[in-house]
């Protein structure tokens, strides 16, 4: 069935602001398709966790419009990874003429702590990194917790990321960088969102699952899952605070 057209997508797609590369990327991750399952309205204020060089922040911005706000959270434990440092430069440079992009720089915990402020938190194809050294201190358990705090009820929580075999132990992250996508669901729901449905558009059923996302013939065309949690409307607060 044809997806209906929507022009707020199309026009975020085609903002000639973007960079070549990002065009370049549109058509080999579905970012459309991609965009219209995350459903980010007007006025929508969204935690883009660390973006990298802002693909999906650059997007997020045009789709809340000058009353929403995008914040572009790339804690600093991470900066020390030079190619994260030099994207976060990259989004510092872009949201000086981007009034509605916000560069949060803080720890993980400090990107978080704000309450019932964000109306999605998106983590895209970073979520295994909770499981690995790089995140330090923080770990997924404390993550998903501030992250359900954070949200406003009725919010959304998505995580895009590349697919491990089923049952494979979420230690392999460090060696591939993916996650069974089961060991995603059952770490989020643990935190008290709930599961609202998935989006198979980045599955390929090519990738065997059992090479680093990095490996030659694989990297860019990984097996990916999309998932998608809500913060329960009655939540006001996170219980226990």
Same mark, same amino acid.
């Given at each position: 069935m044809t997806r209906r057209t929507d022009v707020r997508i199309e026009a975020a797609l085609n903002d000639r602001s973007r960079p070549r590369r990002d065009l370049a990327r549109d058509v080999r991750d579905c970012t459309e398709e991609v965009l219209h399952f995350l459903g980010i309205a007007p006025g929508d204020h969204v935690l883009d966790f660390l973006p990298f060089r802002g693909y999906f922040t650059r997007l997020f911005a045009s789709l809340v419009g000058e009353h929403g706000r995008v914040f572009a959270a790339i804690p600093a434990e991470v900066t020390k990874i030079e190619r994260i440092e030099a994207g976060r430069q990259?989004?510092?440079?872009?949201?000086r003429e981007r009034h509605n992009i916000v560069l949060l720089t803080g720890s993980t915990e400090e990107a978080l702590a704000p309450e019932a402020?964000?109306?999605m938190i998106f983590i895209g194809q970073n979520y295994h990194d909770l499981h690995i050294a790089m995140m330090? !201190? &923080?770990?997924?358990q404390t993550f998903?917790?501030?992250?359900?705090?954070?949200?406003?009820?009725?919010?959304h929580y998505v995580i895009?990321?590349?697919?491990a !075999? &089923?049952?494979?132990?979420a230690e392999v992250t460090g060696a591939l960088h993916r996650i069974d996508p089961a060991i995603a669901k059952r770490e989020v729901e643990a935190a008290g969102f709930r599961y609202t449905g998935k989006d198979d558009v980045l599955h390929n059923r090519n990738d065997p699952h059992t090479s680093s996302i990095f490996a030659r013939g694989i990297r860019y065309h990984t097996d990916r899952f999309i998932l998608k949690f809500r913060k329960p409307a009655e939540l006001a607060r996170q219980d226990g605070q």
């Open positions: 990259e989004i510092e440079q872009f949201a402020i964000f109306d330090s !201190p &923080t770990n997924v998903n917790k501030l992250a359900l705090r954070a949200l406003k009820p009725g919010g895009i990321d590349h697919v !075999p &089923t049952g494979t132990p």
